[in-house]
């Protein structure tokens, strides 16, 4: 058979209250303590978060100087693309110029390409007239060897009439 439990006794208001004042002291000390470990965790964080706030105050003070700095170099950077536009308006004046110039050396080669077949034309004009001239030096050179060989046929008929006429006369005086 199984045995009965004995029967509690009941314990009086007293007893209660002080078994329930030792269960809340001990709660308070361990809520005690572990607020202290939370304290002293909470203080080691706040430690951390001056670190950071020290370290971000730093970050800050050098993205202030990058900030600066970037400024600086944007309104450097403005003045070389406005010195580079002025160059390049500068150049787009030396294409037209130059554009010019090509429209005026079109019209030097067009005038060049004229004179040049104006040349061509006039040249063969002198050729032929140097070959006619050749033709009529060459006749007068041709007349003049036909001259020359008449009038040494001439001297050397005369030559034979002379020395005919002395043997005449010779021979009229005999």
Same mark, same amino acid.
């Given at each position: @058979?199984?045995?009965k439990?004995?029967? =509690?006794?009941?314990r009086?208001i &007293? ?14 000390q361990?809520t ?11 203080a ?6 001056e670190?950071i &706030?020290?370290?971000l105050?730093?970050n800050n003070?050098?993205? $202030?100087?990058?900030d ?5 170099n944007?309104?450097r950077?403005?003045?070389?693309d406005r010195?580079?536009?002025q160059?390049?308006?500068r150049?787009e004046?030396? &294409?037209? +110029?130059?554009a010019?110039?090509? %429209? ?12 040049r077949?104006? @040349?061509?034309? %006039?040249f ?7 070959d ?7 006749g007068?050179? =041709? ?5 020359d060989i008449?009038m ?5 008929q005369?030559? +034979?009439?002379? $020395?005919?006429?002395?043997?005449i006369e010779?021979?009229q005086?005999?």
């Amino acid at each position: @058979m199984a045995k009965k439990k004995p029967a =509690k006794k009941t314990r009086t208001i &007293d007893q209660r209250f002080t078994t329930i004042e030792r269960l809340l002291r001990t709660g308070f000390q361990r809520t005690d303590v572990r607020f202290q470990q939370i304290d002293r965790g909470l203080a080691r964080n706040d430690r951390r978060i001056e670190q950071i &706030d020290r370290r971000l105050a730093q970050n800050n003070r050098r993205i $202030e100087q990058i900030d600066r700095r970037l400024a600086r170099n944007d309104r450097r950077i403005e003045q070389i693309d406005r010195r580079l536009a002025q160059i390049d308006r500068r150049f787009e004046q030396i &294409d037209g +110029r130059f554009a010019q110039i090509d %429209r005026r050396f079109d019209v030097v080669d067009l005038n060049f390409r004229v004179l040049r077949n104006e @040349m061509n034309e %006039r040249f063969a004009g002198v050729e032929d007239r140097i070959d006619r001239l050749a033709t009529h030096v060459d006749g007068f050179m =041709k007349l003049h060897e036909t001259l020359d060989i008449e009038m040494r046929v001439m001297k050397e008929q005369m030559n +034979r009439f002379e $020395e005919r006429l002395t043997r005449i006369e010779v021979a009229q005086r005999n």
